[in-house]
């Protein structure tokens, strides 16, 4: 099995290029929807992280907004929050390894990669980029984000330019769709004939 790993800065557009690799076979861990789960309605996470963040979950689960402003800009809070995540999320992905042992390739869809160590853990690494200016009208576009809010969670993400230097393939998502999705089948092909960069 190879393990692609999957990243891009905020508003690249990698949830887009992860589903490419589903609507191609390729099996995908999605590492913020199984934050999600874990963090939803009567997620194991929830009284952990309400013991530590007062206030920031309810009967729908965490209370998103509530637990960003608890977080961030706050290193330690951060820290705090990730020790309770990162190992149910790995259990989560041994999980889905387990389920999908017999996959000549997976993908591990994870926005952090880089910035907490997973890319030691992959066999490639895939980096989603768009141009500044576009990465910044996609994110803005979002309900509830504000220009400071989207400063904040840049400065704890690697630049993409850097982001791209160490990635063994770059898809872009500042073009059409069709040449995205024929970036992907690119690397998908690469991969299985054992190549890279």
Not at 3 to 14: D, P
Not at 24 to 38: E, I
Not at 70 to 99: C, K, N, S, T
Not at 122 to 150: C, H, N, Y
Request: glycine fraction near 8%; charged fraction near 25%; proline fraction near 7%.
């Amino acid at each position: 099995m190879i393990v692609l790993g999957l990243t891009g800065s905020i508003g690249m557009g990698k949830s887009t290029v992860a589903a490419m690799f589903a609507d191609a076979g390729v099996p995908v861990f999605d590492a913020d929807a199984a934050v999600h789960r874990l963090q939803g309605p009567d997620g194991p996470l929830l009284v952990a992280i309400e013991a530590r963040f007062p206030g920031t979950t309810d009967p729908a689960g965490v209370d998103r907004a509530a637990l960003g402003q608890a977080v961030l800009g706050d290193d330690a809070a951060m820290r705090a929050l990730e020790a309770i995540v990162h190992p149910a999320v790995r259990v989560e992905r041994e999980a889905f390894l387990a389920r999908h042992h017999d996959a000549p390739l997976v993908v591990f869809d994870v926005p952090l990669l880089f910035e907490t160590g997973g890319d030691r853990g992959v066999d490639r690494v895939v980096v989603v980029s768009a141009s500044a200016p576009i990465q910044r009208e996609r994110t803005l576009a979002r309900p509830g984000m504000t220009a400071a809010k989207f400063d904040a969670i840049l400065s704890r993400q690697l630049p993409d330019s850097e982001k791209r230097a160490r990635a063994d393939f770059v898809i872009p998502t500042d073009v059409p769709l069709e040449q995205t999705r024929a970036a992907v089948m690119r690397v998908i092909a690469c991969v299985q004939r054992g190549q890279g960069r």
